[in-house]
């Protein structure tokens, strides 16, 4: 039986998406690379999680998130944080894409190539897999989606998770511990960091050093000892340590050729967030869109190439171009800040309406609330942040003049 769509990846964004075309009806088959459990902590706003249908696999959930800007002055952002049930919610899809029928083949998308009708993928082992549409959701180097150009700015972090003495609260996770003073390795404070925490229950926790935005990647080596400094200078004491994470995700991957015929989804299409580096929430939202888009476009007879064009739209749509360029503008500015500057910016930033900085960090928020956000924290910076932003680089109201006027 012909296939409608071939889906290489089987990540968090391939199988999702391979959920929402099989659920409106597609015939669909999963290259599915290696057969391994999902790497990642992934960490998500609760509300927008649920919001999205994905409530029933979060696993723990805090009650609030914190920032803590100096000794002493911490900020509570009023919002619920959660950790993903990553194993519940990949079994989950396997059962979901079993029932519905989806071909699983574990195996690597070698490359693809195009005709009329469709397009085919040749897997590792030389066999071939045509379908009339081949999304790409192979993650942060794409095997199938020609991308011209490499990332320059990384988010680093190295993290652990273990039983320690320690006294952080079970119902709030610490979102950013942006203190230094246990900061004295070569890369000094011209290189911030800070530490995430998430308690997990009584003395088990999970901590880790992050690198916001950096360009080249703050080593792990580095962030490794940092966190050591770091937990030394709390009088945190890890008892044992039972899990590690290495995390380095692209912060300004180069957008995917959008005239191309292979569609792409998740890390692969460039969807990680400038400011945070998230990208679950996006690449789950947008599944059901891209299914819709492109069984539309093939149930009217369109031919693939115009149906993989006009989908192109619905994973970039031009308002998200343009809030795309603003919040590179905010990254490639936190790249450049020294660690005081780095929290003289975010004390200015969580200054601002809770709903505006919200909507910044959100992977929905609108292009009008972003412009908003940014023009807000014109308003509310210290001088030296607004210094930063009316003359760093391309400066702040050039490129909101920019992007309010659709030039982006
Ligand atoms: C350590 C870490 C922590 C992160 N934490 C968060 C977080 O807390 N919240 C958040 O929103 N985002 C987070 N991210 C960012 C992002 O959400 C993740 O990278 C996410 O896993 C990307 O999902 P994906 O499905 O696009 O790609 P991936 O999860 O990378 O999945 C790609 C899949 O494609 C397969 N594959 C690779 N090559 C081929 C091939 N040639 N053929 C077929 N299959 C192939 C792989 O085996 C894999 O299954 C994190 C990233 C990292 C690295």
């Excluded at 790409?136 to 095997?143: C, I, L, V, Y």
């Excluded at 997990?200 to 080249?216: D, I, K, N, Q």
């Amino acid at each position: 039986m012909a296939i409608d769509v071939v889906i290489a990846g089987s990540g968090p964004a391939g199988l999702a998406t391979a959920a929402a075309f099989a659920e409106r009806g597609a015939r669909v088959r999963v290259l599915g690379g290696n057969d391994r459990p999902w790497a990642p902590g992934y960490g998500v706003w609760a509300d927008r999680f649920e919001a999205l249908g994905w409530g029933a696999f979060l696993g723990p959930v805090w009650r609030d998130a914190e920032v803590v800007l100096a000794d002493g002055e911490t900020r509570r952002l009023g919002r619920r944080y959660a950790r993903v049930a990553k194993r519940r919610m990949r079994s989950h899809l396997f059962d979901r894409l079993d029932a519905l029928g989806v071909e699983l083949v574990w195996r690597h998308a070698g490359s693809v190539s195009h005709r009329p009708q469709g397009s085919v993928v040749t897997d590792e082992h030389g066999d071939t897999h045509a379908a009339a549409v081949v999304i790409d959701a192979t993650g942060h180097r794409p095997a199938l989606a020609r991308r011209v150009g490499e990332p320059s700015l990384f988010q680093a972090a190295y993290g652990q998770a273990g039983i320690a003495d320690h006294t952080w609260s079970d119902d709030v996770m610490t979102f950013m511990d942006l203190r230094t003073d246990h900061v004295q390795d070569a890369l000094g404070p011209q290189a911030p960091t800070f530490l995430y925490v998430k308690p997990m229950g009584g003395a088990r926790v999970f901590v880790e050093e992050t690198s916001l935005v950096r360009g080249p990647a703050v080593p792990f080596s580095v962030l490794r000892a940092r966190l050591a400094a770091r937990l030394d200078r709390l009088g945190v004491v890890f008892r044992a340590v039972d899990d590690t994470e290495l995390c380095l995700i692209p912060m300004d991957a180069p957008l995917p050729d959008l005239d191309q015929r292979v569609l792409a989804t998740g890390g692969a299409a460039s969807l990680v967030h400038p400011a945070t580096g998230y990208q679950l929430s996006r690449a789950l939202a947008l599944a059901p869109a891209l299914a819709e888009g492109v069984l539309d476009g093939l149930g009217t007879g369109t031919d693939p190439a115009h149906v993989v064009r006009d989908a192109w739209r619905v994973v970039w749509p031009d308002e998200a171009l343009r809030r795309r360029e603003l919040l590179l503008f905010g990254a490639r500015l936190l790249a450049t800040l020294s660690a005081a500057d780095q929290r003289a910016f975010f004390r200015s930033f969580f200054d601002i309406p809770g709903a505006l900085w919200r909507a910044y960090l959100s992977d929905d928020g609108s292009l009008a609330d972003t412009i908003r956000a940014m023009a807000a924290l014109l308003c509310v910076a210290d001088a030296r942040t607004r210094w930063h932003l009316v003359r760093s680089g391309p400066r702040l109201p050039a490129v909101l003049a920019r992007v309010a006027g659709g030039g982006a």
